[in-house]
Structures are given as structure tokens and as C-alpha cells.
């Protein structure tokens, strides 16, 4: 007797492989500007306070913190910015 093949499936698409993070989307959905600042306050005040040879990776974290800062600020203006755009369209009828 022939040996069975087994079924082969087909491999998952490249969406199914990028890890979901539903607590980052959900703050970054509905997050302010004070609130994205405040989230990195306490994290940035424990890096200053480091000494020795920490200080460096401390300084090399926070550049990557500032980064952050600067994305998460980017995606508000542009959420902020297609909430405007949504409002001033007038509602399309179908």
C-alpha cells in the first residue's frame, strides 16, 4: 500500500505572522498629547537619575524614547487630522 501524503496546507498569509498589540492600538487610538507625555515622565526620570556606566544605555534609551515621543505624536496629528477630514465631508449616501 502507498503511503498517504499528508494534507498540505497553504502557508498563512504575512498578515497572520505581524504580532498584534491591542493595549498599544487602543492608546494610540484614543491617547492626547498630555497623555503620551506622561507615559514616558516616570521612565524618563529613572534614566536621569542612572550613574556609571548605565548612564550611557541610559542616554541610548532615551534618544529611543524622544523617537517614540516624536512617532506617537505624528500618528495623533494624523488621527487628529482624519477625524477633521472626516467631520467636514458631508456623509456619503449610497
Known amino acids: 500500500m502507498p503511503a498517504k501524503k499528508p494534507a498540505k496546507t497553504p502557508p498563512p498569509a504575512a498578515a497572520d505572522n505581524e ?3 491591542p493595549a498599544i ?7 492626547t498629547a ?3 507625555a ?4 516616570p521612565l524618563k ?3 536621569s537619575a542612572l550613574k556609571g556606566p548605565r548612564a550611557d544605555q541610559a542616554k541610548k534609551v532615551g534618544k529611543a524614547i524622544a ?3 516624536e512617532l506617537l505624536s505624528h500618528l495623533l496629528q494624523v488621527r487628529e487630522k482624519l477625524e477633521a ?3 467636514d465631508k458631508p456623509a456619503a449616501r449610497r
Do not use: N, Q, V
Open 25 to 31: 492600538e487602543g492608546f494610540i487610538e484614543r491617547a
Open 45 to 47: 526620570e529613572g534614566l
Open 34 to 36: 498630555e497623555e503620551i
Open 85 to 87: 477630514e472626516r467631520k
Open 19 to 21: 504580532p498584534l498589540y
Open 67 to 69: 523617537k517614540t515621543e
Open 38 to 41: 506622561e507615559l514616558f515622565s
